[in-house]
């Protein structure tokens, strides 16, 4: 019998594939739209978000494609 994951390890798991897929997002719109115009990496991000099945604000969109278009890795 394989021993079932408390709801503690559940949660975590979780946290850490959402993580994951906001990584990818945040990868996948980098590479792909490197120092483009705003407008069109915070639409870059909407979409890729919505690909791997992250929720993201309009905040987070903007900050991150400010610091897309402007060529910062971090």
């Not at 994951?20 to 990868?27: G, I, K, L, N, S």
Request: charged share 25%; glycine share 6%; net charge negative.
């Amino acid at each position: 019998m394989e021993p079932v994951p408390s709801k503690y390890e559940t949660d975590l798991l979780r946290v850490v594939e959402q993580a994951m897929r906001c990584r990818a997002v945040w990868e996948e719109v980098s590479i792909t739209h490197w120092s483009r115009p705003f407008e069109e990496v915070k639409d870059a991000l909407q979409a890729s978000a919505q690909r791997w099945g992250v929720v993201i604000d309009d905040g987070t969109a903007t900050k991150a494609a400010w610091q897309i278009t402007g060529g910062s890795w971090e």
